[in-house]
């Protein structure tokens, strides 16, 4: 859309429009996201490397500030996934501390408008880049199917083959209701990875909206700069609050199921 002049609606269609990269001839489900996917990784690395810096000087005494601001956050979430899940397993505090910090980082971008992103990319030739990977619901299902997957290695670690099957299929109606039980029980696992994806890909999209909204307002001469200012602060000061929120609602909720897919019913 270069030398194109943009219409506010246009406008706020062309920064939510992914970077796509078709796999096959048909396009379709085979679409990569490549903005998605590329940020999502980065943020990822940069997760990885902030953590690496506070331990590669570790020291059991008085720990520097990126220590110990480290440290906090993680003795946060270890204790939050030990209040949470009632089993032994010692993958869990990894698994917590990877989907919160990663979802952080990545809700994280939205502070950062729009066209500071976009524009530097346009001189380069690339026209379309959807900065936040949690505004796009391929990365928050592809997350949450993880966290399906996660449950289903959690429960037929606790319960064996024979004892998951078995209660997947008598549970909670008794081996008479066995029809009732496998739908029963179908819907409610599918239904838990879909809401945790639809959750933060819900309100990251929808803030995203608003921000380009208040970006366009922005533009509207000096009032519409005012107003814009005035609302695009009192959001920014909200989003700060929930940008860290749904990390934690997605973290929670993902070991409150890992605690759950152990138990016998």
């Not at 996201?33 to 990885?48: C, K, N, Y």
């Not at 995203?208 to 519409?224: S, Y």
């Amino acid at each position: 859309m270069a030398g194109e002049a943009l219409t506010p609606t246009t406008y706020i269609q062309h920064h939510l429009q992914n970077l796509t990269s078709p796999v096959g001839d048909g396009g379709g489900f085979w679409t990569i996201h490549v903005d998605t996917i590329v940020t999502a990784v980065l943020l990822g690395l940069l997760m990885v490397f902030a953590f690496w810096l506070a331990t590669r000087k570790a020291t059991s005494g008085v720990p520097g500030k990126w220590q110990a601001f480290v440290e906090i956050c993680l003795e946060f979430v270890d204790r939050q996934a030990k209040d949470t899940y009632h089993g032994k397993s010692k993958l869990v505090t990894p698994i917590a501390i990877t989907i919160f910090f990663w979802i952080l980082l990545m809700n994280t971008v939205k502070m950062i408008p729009a066209d500071f992103i976009a524009i530097p990319l346009g001189w380069v030739g690339i026209h379309y880049w959807k900065p936040v990977p949690t505004a796009d619901v391929n990365a928050t299902l592809g997350m949450s199917i993880s966290v399906l997957f996660l449950m289903f290695f959690f429960a037929l670690k606790s319960k064996g083959i024979v004892g998951f099957v078995k209660e997947f299929l008598t549970a909670p109606f008794g081996k008479w209701m066995m029809p009732f039980n496998l739908i029963l029980n179908i819907v409610e696992w599918l239904s838990k990875p879909i809401s945790l994806a639809m959750r933060l890909f819900g309100n990251m999209f929808g803030g995203e909206i608003v921000f380009l909204l208040i970006w366009v307002l922005g533009g509207a001469g000096f009032f519409g700069a005012l107003a814009g200012g005035t609302f695009g602060l009192g959001w920014m000061l909200f989003h700060l609050l929930v940008i860290p929120l749904q990390a934690f609602i997605f973290m929670m909720l993902s070991i409150v199921y890992l605690s759950l897919s152990e138990d016998s019913h």
